[in-house]
């Protein structure tokens, strides 16, 4: 079905070009947002950026290989259940509903172990842009 709706839309003259255009526009804007935030050179923004879509890729890689195997999926869902959990019910039954109180988590390291599974889990690279543009403008 999408092959169909692609090869119509090459029917349409101009449409190749016009989207070809859109995607060069909306890369240089970024690059040049990059540039703007980081003050490096471009080269230097199209390397970062080119790495954090490679690493978005590896990352999409990496859940899917959770997805296909039982017990990574186990795993990743134990490790991160009660954090999602203590999170919902603070959220959910406490704040929004008002049925309740949960105490604060007591140490730090608990709220820093929540914060490295559910990152791990969820986050994409923009953190890998930031660190390569600091890198980069040290050099």
Known sequence: MWTAIISFLHLIPGFTSLASSVVSTVYNSKVAMYQARWGVTRDAAVAAIQAEATNNQTKVGWLAAVAASPVLSFV?????FPFIFYLNKVIVWDLCLGWGSTPMLKYDLLTQWGGVIIGGIFITSGGV???HAIINKKD
């Open 76 to 80: 990743v869902v134990g490790f991160a």
């Open 129 to 131: 842009g930031v660190a």
